[in-house]
Structures are given as C-alpha cells and as structure tokens.
C-alpha cells in the first residue's frame, strides 16, 4: 500500500522517537497533553515571577533584573522555566499540528478540531509577544516599534500607535494596557479557545504520562541552570537597538518588517493562517457511511455512548414504545464513522442468531456485524495449513491482507475497536487456532480509543468484555503502521509457535 511521504516521514520520526523513549513515554503520542502541561509549568512560574515583578516602564526592566541576578535561586529559575516552557509549547504545538495533518486527522469529520486549533496557535504567539514586551529592554522597545508598525497598518489604529511612541514614548497605562492582556485577556482567552479545541471530543485526556511529564520538567529545570534566561540593555527610545538575540519562536515575524512594509507581513501572516484553516476543504477526504441504530436491536445500555471517541451518540428517552427506558441517537455531524461503537453493541454477538441474519442495536452501512461474521467464517473455512490463524486489522495501520499464507487470513476493519470480542470466540469455535488482532501503533489509534478499548475488552476491564472461554494463550494484540510488516511477521512467527506447542500439549493430554 502506498503511504504519502509526509506520512512516511512522520511514522519514520515516530518509530525513532519509539526506540528512544519506548510506546509508553513517546512525546510525539502525547503532543496535546504536553502542550498542556507545559502551560501548568508556565502558569505556575508566571504566578511566581508576578509577585516580584513591577509592573510600570520606569520599574519593569529593573524588577527583571533583580529576579535574575539577585533572586537568581528561586525567582530567576522561575523566569528561565517560564522563558523555557514557552519555547517548548510552540514545539509541541507545532509538532501537535504536524502530526495531526501528517496521518490525516485534519478534515472530514475532524474539521472542527482543526480549525479551532489555529486561532491556540495564534494565541500563544501573541501572548509570547506581550511575554517579551514586560521585560521592557531593548527587545521589548523593538518588539514594541514593531508591533506600533503592524497596528498601523490596521485601518481601525490608522497611525495612532506610532504616535503613542514617537511623541509621548512609552506610557505607563499603555505599559498596564499589555501587562494585563498577559496576565489576564490572553490566557482567559486560550482557555476558551482550548476549551472549544477539545469539545467534540470526548474523555480527552490532559495530562501526559508522569514519567514524561517529570523527564519534561527536569530538562527544562537543567537547561535554566545551564543557560538561564537573561534581558538585553533597558529599553531607549531615543536610540536604536544595536545588537538583538530575537527568540525566533515567537518573534519570527519582526525582522520581516525591515525588509517587507507592514501590509504585506500581514497580508503574509493571514493568508498563511487562511490557508490553514481550509486545508480540511482544500485536501478533502469523505468519511464513510454513518453509524446507525436500529432500535428492533437497540435496548439502550449506553455502552456505545461511553465508548465513542467524537460524543458523536447521546442517550435520550425511548421513543418507539419498547419496554426499555432508553435508545441511543447518533448525531451524523459528529461521527467520525469508525465502528467503535458497533465493536461495544452487546448485541453485535455473533452467536445471537447462528443461523439468522445478525442484526445489532448500531451498526455500520459499510461493514455491518453480520458481514465480519461472514467474513470471518469464510476466512476460516479457507485456511488450508495448520495452525489457523485469522488476524482482524484496521484500515488505518497495517494492511493485515498483506500477512494472508496458507495458514493465516487478514480481516479488514475500519478501526481494530469495531471487533466486538464475541467475534473473537466466534473465530475459535470456528475452528480457527488463534487470533491476532492489528490495530494501529500502540497510543496512537486513529479513531484515539480503538486499542485501547480493544485491549481493556480483551482483559475484561470494559464492556463488554471478551469471556473467559476464548483461551488468552490463542489471542495476540499489537499494533502497527504501514512500515512495521517485518515486527509483525516476527511476532506472527512467535504465534506460530506458541500455537503449536499449544496443539501438541493438547494432543498429548488427549492421548494419554
Ligand atoms: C495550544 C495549543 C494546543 C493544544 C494544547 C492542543 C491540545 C489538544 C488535545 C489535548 C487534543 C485531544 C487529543 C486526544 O485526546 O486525542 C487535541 C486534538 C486535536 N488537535 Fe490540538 N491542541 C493545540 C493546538 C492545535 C493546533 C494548532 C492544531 C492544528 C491546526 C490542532 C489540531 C488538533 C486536531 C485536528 C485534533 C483532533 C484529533 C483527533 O480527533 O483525534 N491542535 N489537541
């Protein structure tokens, strides 16, 4: 199958960052939640460095350097944590979208997240911007003349913030002005915008593992002590700043000024901002058919409610007279049509109607219950070499059809959570000898809980869950991309194995 190259690109930076840090502790499956904690370690240290921190153009610049130089122990590695923390988060940002759009989680039903992304990013640089503008020295003053140009070029300021520094220079109520959109507007406002990023998903997590988030914080703590923070010479506005270190994370659109007129850098800095929020429709992929209810088989449990990653299914009043309390309704703008949610349907049990038509409570148009079980029967009355095996894939990791040998079938699912584990049994009784199931790699499921879900069923720490009856030695779950064939083929081999042995032990309990 082919993978784009950005894909490839990214999976071969993700299996790198795999072998350093382990599945587990990979920064690049927890981007958004590190983004988040590294915000915690912003807030904490910003709270701190509020406190000594004077907040007028005459005491600015020296309050900064006392807190670096005198309080250099407690209050200057704060500012370096908070200097830091900054710089990361524009990283992890970064990294967060690139990866989003690198495995095509950006359009179609995702559209929202996406565009509700770009204004965050926005947020943080500016909020980077008023963060630089505090410390009032000669970056600030640069930053400040610069900024003074961009408003210019608005038609609603027409001019009025060049006044504000050619004649009267810096004023404190304007000094007040950016202090409070640092401490207060912004971060109000990226706490909204974040709030809004996250909405249509659901059991989103904030946290990153702990290990990581510890690892995270003593690099930067490291690299406070090993190159702390420090300002340039207090602002003069009298004089032009000769030698700057710009912070090219944030300050990146400043220098353009010298050599661009204001317009045109925002004509720049919007059409690129455009241009991202309407990649979802410029690069458009179709989703597939919608989940849907049959109430006949619906009698409204919830499970799949709990279990859908977009809160694309709400649970509400009963409304065809059956004797249930409740029915599950699917809102089609929200679902992300993956098949989570016919994998947690108690009634997707194959054995429910050996002979019949499988009929479950939510299913999908593309891949309904009934046809898995079909295929997974067919697959199985196929095989022709000992021992069977019948690996279950998603569409989105690797393709499982590239396994097919004699002695093992590939089943191709929309998301490795859409196996509801009766099928799994189903396969055994079936006569097959074992069952992998390939779900995408481990922490990064495109559809977010298709592995995990799969894997809590499976040791019977979530509806429903897998019975103890399907032997766990004939069961192997791993995930995997496009590129890992040769793991799984190695692990497949190991099943082998372990799946003869198994056979032999049992033949020789039978014999004797
Ligand atoms: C302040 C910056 C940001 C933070 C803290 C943040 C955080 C998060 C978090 C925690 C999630 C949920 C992940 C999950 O539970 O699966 C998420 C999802 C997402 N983010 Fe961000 N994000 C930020 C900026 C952005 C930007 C700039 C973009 C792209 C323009 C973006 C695109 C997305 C998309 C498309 C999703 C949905 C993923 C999915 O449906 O599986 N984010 N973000």
Redesign the pocket.
């Known amino acids: 199958m082919l993978v784009n190259p950005v894909k490839r690109a990214y999976l071969a930076l993700e299996s790198w960052f795999n072998i350093s840090f382990g599945p587990e502790w990979n920064p690049l499956y927890h981007?958004?939640?590190l983004?988040?904690f590294l915000?915690w370690v912003i807030l904490v240290s910003g709270i701190y460095l509020f406190i000594p921190f004077h907040g007028s153009v005459e005491g600015a610049h020296a309050s900064v350097e006392y807190i670096t130089h005198e309080q250099w122990y407690v209050a200057g590695i704060m500012r370096s944590l908070h200097r830091y923390a900054s710089d990361a988060?524009v990283i992890?940002?970064?990294l967060?979208?690139f990866k989003?759009?690198a495995s095509g989680?950006?359009r179609g039903f995702?559209w929202f997240?996406?565009?509700?992304?770009?204004p965050?990013?926005w947020?943080?640089v500016t909020l980077g911007i008023t963060g630089y503008w505090l410390v009032w020295d000669e970056l600030a003053q640069y930053i400040a003349v610069g900024s003074a140009q961009l408003m210019d070029a608005l038609p609603i300021f027409s001019g009025a913030m060049t006044r504000n520094f050619v004649s009267g220079g810096m004023t404190d109520r304007f000094f007040i002005l950016i202090e409070f959109l640092h401490l207060l507007g912004q971060p109000l406002i990226?706490v909204f915008?974040?709030w809004l990023?996250?909405k249509?998903?659901s059991?989103?997590?904030?946290n990153p593992p702990r290990g990581l988030a510890m690892g995270t914080f003593i690099a930067l703590l490291a690299l406070s002590l090993w190159h702390p923070a420090v300002s340039h010479a207090p602002a003069n506005l009298d004089s032009v700043p000769r030698e700057l270190r710009i912070d090219w994370f944030y300050l990146n659109v400043y220098p353009l000024l010298e050599y661009w007129p204001a317009r045109q850098v925002w004509m720049l800095t919007t059409g690129v901002t455009l241009l991202?929020m309407m990649l979802p429709w410029l690069l458009p992929k179709k989703d597939g058919p919608r989940a849907i209810v049959d109430l006949d088989h619906c009698n409204g449990c919830g499970i799949c409610f709990e279990d859908c990653?977009?809160d694309a299914i709400s649970v509400q009043a009963r409304t065809d007279g059956a004797r249930y309390e409740h029915e599950v309704v699917v809102d089609p703008a929200l679902c992300?049509a993956c098949g989570i949610c016919a994998g947690s349907c108690p009634a997707s049990n194959p054995f429910r109607t050996p002979r019949g038509e499988l009929k479950t409570g939510i299913d999908m148009p593309q891949l309904p219950a009934e046809e898995m079980r079909r295929l997974t029967r067919e697959a199985v009355t196929t095989i022709s070499a000992e021992p069977k095996i019948i690996v279950f894939g998603c569409e989105h990791g690797l393709n499982v059809k590239r396994l097919d040998r004699a002695d093992t079938r590939g089943i191709r699912l929309i998301c490795s959570g859409m196996l509801p584990p009766t099928l799994v049994e189903y396969a055994l009784k079936q006569g097959a000898a074992g069952v992998m199931v390939v779900g995408c790699r481990e922490n990064d499921c495109?559809?977010?809980f298709g592995n995990r879900w799969t894997r809590m069923r499976f040791a019977g720490e979530r509806k429903p869950i897998l019975r103890a009856r399907a032997e766990r030695e004939r069961l192997l779950m791993h995930g995997a991309a496009e590129p890992d064939l040769r793991e799984i083929e190695a692990e497949l081999e190991q099943f082998r194995g372990r799946l003869r042995e198994l056979e032999r032990a049992e033949t020789g309990v039978a014999q004797s």
């Open positions: 981007l958004g939640t983004s988040f915000f988060v992890t940002v970064l967060h979208m989003e759009f989680r950006y995702r997240s996406w565009v509700t992304g770009v965050n990013l947020m943080v990226l915008l974040l990023h996250v249509r998903l059991n989103v997590e904030i991202l990653p977009f992300g495109f559809y977010r």
